[in-house]
């Protein structure tokens, strides 16, 4: 169900996602879906000047994440827009198919612990 929104469809990823969509809970009347296959996500808030979560540093931060976590370990990920709660902030997810999801959230974990000192805006999608 999207709510009136219309269904998002990324050509290029040809991956089978049935993983269970979660949902973030902020509090009592305010959330965000995650993707059932999501594995990272970080906030983006745009390019504006005042912006916490500029678009172009949210984009590589994940693009380094799909680089020096998945790619090297033969993981398959996309990358997939989403809303949140604020209506100034996006969310960005990392996606992988079924069959490496395990191994992926494993990776990631490690990966996002091992750089939490030297990342801004990436986060886990659990």
């Given at each position: 169900?999207?709510?009136?929104?219309?269904?998002?469809?990324?050509?290029?990823?040809?991956?089978?996602?049935?993983?269970?969509?979660?949902?973030?809970?902020?509090?009592?009347?305010?959330?965000?879906?995650?993707?059932?296959?999501?594995?990272?996500g970080a906030?983006?808030?745009g390019m504006?000047?005042?912006?916490?979560?500029?678009?172009?540093?949210?984009?590589?931060?994940?693009?380094?994440?799909?680089?020096?976590?998945?790619?090297?370990?033969?993981?398959?990920?996309?990358?997939?827009s989403g809303?949140?709660?604020?209506?100034?902030?996006?969310?960005?997810?990392?996606?992988?198919?079924?069959?490496?999801?395990?191994?992926?959230?494993?990776?990631?974990?490690?990966?996002?612990?091992?750089?939490?000192?030297?990342?801004?805006?990436?986060?886990?999608?659990?």
């Amino acid at each position: 169900m999207h709510y009136g929104l219309p269904a998002v469809h990324n050509q290029e990823m040809s991956m089978k996602m049935s993983q269970p969509k979660r949902f973030h809970r902020i509090d009592a009347w305010r959330g965000f879906r995650i993707p059932g296959n999501a594995i990272a996500g970080a906030s983006d808030t745009g390019m504006f000047s005042d912006s916490p979560c500029p678009s172009d540093r949210v984009k590589a931060e994940i693009k380094r994440f799909q680089e020096e976590c998945l790619k090297p370990a033969g993981i398959k990920s996309s990358s997939r827009s989403g809303g949140s709660s604020n209506a100034f902030c996006g969310k960005r997810w990392v996606l992988v198919d079924d069959a490496d999801y395990p191994r992926a959230v494993q990776l990631a974990a490690a990966w996002l612990a091992e750089h939490k000192y030297d990342t801004h805006y990436i986060h886990d999608a659990l």
